[in-house]
Structures are given as C-alpha cells and as structure tokens.
C-alpha cells in the first residue's frame, strides 16, 4: 500500500514562508514524478508544483513561479514544497501526490497516490 503523509502546514503572516513535507512509504517513490497540488475553499484543485523522477527537472504553476520551489530526496522519500513571500491567495489544503510516470504532470488524473493533505493559512 501507498503512503504519502504531508507536514509543515500552518498558520504563516503575508510574507512569511513555509516548508511542506511529504514522506513516501516504502519503493514508492523511486521511479515516478511527485507533485503537489492545492484546493482552496469553494475551488477546484489545482496543480502548484512537479518534480521529474529522480529530481533534474521541475515545473511550477505560473501563480507561485518565483515564489515556490519543489525538490526532493530520494534516499528519504521525501519530496519537499517551499514556499516563500506567500500572501492570502495562497490559502488552501496542499497536497502531495506521485505521478504515473517519472515525468513531470499538471493533471490530476495523472498522479493516482495522494496523501491527506495539510493546511496553508496565510493571514493578510
């Protein structure tokens, strides 16, 4: 079984920064592109970030390119979001998922792994 498990969510000013985790079970990370995806109240989900298996190439959202940066470990199995200058529209439940492929994808019937998510609050 599959098990992605996501931390480092919170409660962070306009501004501030945060680093999300996500920790991979078992061989399920080698191999296959992660992602992280978002869904704000009364939203669709949407796709924020993905990494390419084993890590050279990255590909980001055009609402937080600049500002967020994904990379992973993978003799940890753990892939990693940081978030810098980050202001109330990014407000929403991040979520972590790993992709059917080793290349990078923006869809989310495209990743068929996802952990439970965890919460972003940025206060103005």
């Known amino acids: 079984q599959v098990q992605l498990v996501e931390s480092g969510g919170g409660l962070v000013q306009a501004g501030g920064s945060l680093r999300l985790s996500c920790a991979a079970s078992?061989?399920?990370?080698?191999?296959?592109?992660m992602g992280w995806f978002r869904q704000a109240p009364g939203k669709e989900g949407e796709f924020v970030a993905g990494i390419s298996y084993p890590g050279r190439t990255a590909y980001y959202a055009d609402s937080v390119k600049g500002r967020f940066t994904i990379s992973r470990d993978n003799a940890k199995n753990t892939v990693y979001l940081q978030m810098n200058s980050l202001n109330p529209e990014d407000t929403a439940v991040y979520y972590c998922a790993r992709c059917q492929s080793s290349n990078i994808a923006t869809m989310l019937y495209e990743y068929n792994y996802w952990g439970q998510g965890t919460q972003v609050t940025v206060s103005s």
């Open positions: 078992g061989r399920t990370f080698s191999g296959y592109a």
